[in-house]
Protein backbone atom coordinates (compact mmCIF):
# COMPACT_ATOMS: atom_id res chain seq x y z
CA UNK A 1 0.00 0.00 0.00
CA UNK A 2 1.18 3.34 -1.01
CA UNK A 3 3.40 2.40 -3.53
CA UNK A 4 3.60 4.34 -6.80
CA UNK A 5 5.83 5.00 -9.82
CA UNK A 6 8.14 7.92 -9.55
CA UNK A 7 7.79 11.25 -11.48
CA UNK A 8 11.17 11.12 -13.71
CA UNK A 9 12.15 13.97 -11.78
CA UNK A 10 12.72 11.57 -8.82
CA UNK A 11 13.98 9.05 -10.66
CA UNK A 12 16.61 10.72 -12.43
CA UNK A 13 17.69 12.09 -8.70
CA UNK A 14 18.64 9.17 -7.60
CA UNK A 15 21.76 8.94 -10.72
CA UNK A 16 25.50 10.55 -9.94
CA UNK A 17 26.56 12.01 -13.66
CA UNK A 18 30.43 11.31 -12.42
CA UNK A 19 29.61 7.46 -12.54
CA UNK A 20 30.22 6.50 -16.46
CA UNK A 21 31.87 3.55 -16.14
CA UNK A 22 30.15 0.31 -14.02
CA UNK A 23 27.47 -0.31 -16.16
CA UNK A 24 25.17 1.64 -13.93
CA UNK A 25 25.29 5.28 -12.68
CA UNK A 26 23.79 4.85 -9.61
CA UNK A 27 26.30 6.00 -7.29
CA UNK A 28 28.65 4.13 -5.40
CA UNK A 29 27.56 2.68 -2.12
CA UNK A 30 23.60 3.15 -2.64
CA UNK A 31 21.32 1.03 -0.93
CA UNK A 32 20.09 -0.78 -4.24
CA UNK A 33 20.31 -4.36 -4.38
CA UNK A 34 19.61 -6.23 -7.13
CA UNK A 35 18.86 -3.48 -9.82
CA UNK A 36 19.95 -4.30 -13.34
CA UNK A 37 20.56 -1.52 -15.41
CA UNK A 38 18.68 -0.86 -17.98
CA UNK A 39 15.30 1.25 -18.55
CA UNK A 40 12.62 2.43 -15.51
CA UNK A 41 9.12 4.08 -16.54
CA UNK A 42 8.15 6.95 -14.93
CA UNK A 43 4.77 8.01 -13.95
CA UNK A 44 5.42 11.61 -16.04
CA UNK A 45 3.65 11.98 -18.88
CA UNK A 46 4.29 15.46 -20.00
CA UNK A 47 0.29 15.67 -21.50
CA UNK A 48 0.60 13.26 -23.56
CA UNK A 49 -1.79 10.38 -22.11
CA UNK A 50 -0.45 7.29 -24.52
CA UNK A 51 3.37 7.90 -23.45
CA UNK A 52 5.16 8.39 -20.28
CA UNK A 53 8.79 9.56 -19.77
CA UNK A 54 11.48 6.98 -19.01
CA UNK A 55 15.34 6.61 -17.49
CA UNK A 56 18.24 4.14 -19.19
CA UNK A 57 20.05 3.69 -15.42
CA UNK A 58 23.04 3.10 -17.42
CA UNK A 59 23.60 5.87 -19.47
CA UNK A 60 21.05 8.27 -17.73
CA UNK A 61 18.65 9.20 -21.26
CA UNK A 62 15.71 10.10 -20.55
CA UNK A 63 13.01 9.49 -23.13
CA UNK A 64 9.71 9.35 -23.98
CA UNK A 65 7.87 6.67 -25.48
CA UNK A 66 4.39 4.57 -25.89
CA UNK A 67 3.19 2.74 -22.90
CA UNK A 68 2.63 -0.38 -24.41
CA UNK A 69 6.91 -0.67 -24.52
CA UNK A 70 7.68 -2.92 -21.47
CA UNK A 71 9.94 -1.45 -19.25
CA UNK A 72 10.97 -2.04 -15.26
CA UNK A 73 9.43 -0.45 -12.93
CA UNK A 74 11.04 0.77 -9.51
CA UNK A 75 8.37 1.81 -7.10
CA UNK A 76 9.26 4.63 -4.52
CA UNK A 77 6.72 5.17 -1.75
CA UNK A 78 4.78 8.17 -0.62
CA UNK A 79 3.18 11.23 -1.78
CA UNK A 80 3.14 11.88 -5.54
CA UNK A 81 5.62 15.31 -5.37
CA UNK A 82 4.65 15.92 -9.13
CA UNK A 83 7.41 17.12 -11.74
CA UNK A 84 9.24 19.87 -10.30
Not at 8 to 20: A, G, M, R
Not at 39 to 51: C, I, L, M, V
Request: overall charge neutral; hydrophobic content about 30%; some cysteine.
Amino acid sequence: RGWRLPSIVELTSLLDPSVQDSGSMLPSGHPFLNNPSGFYWSASTDGEPSKAWHLHVSNGYVHMTGKVSTFKAWCVRGASTGDQ
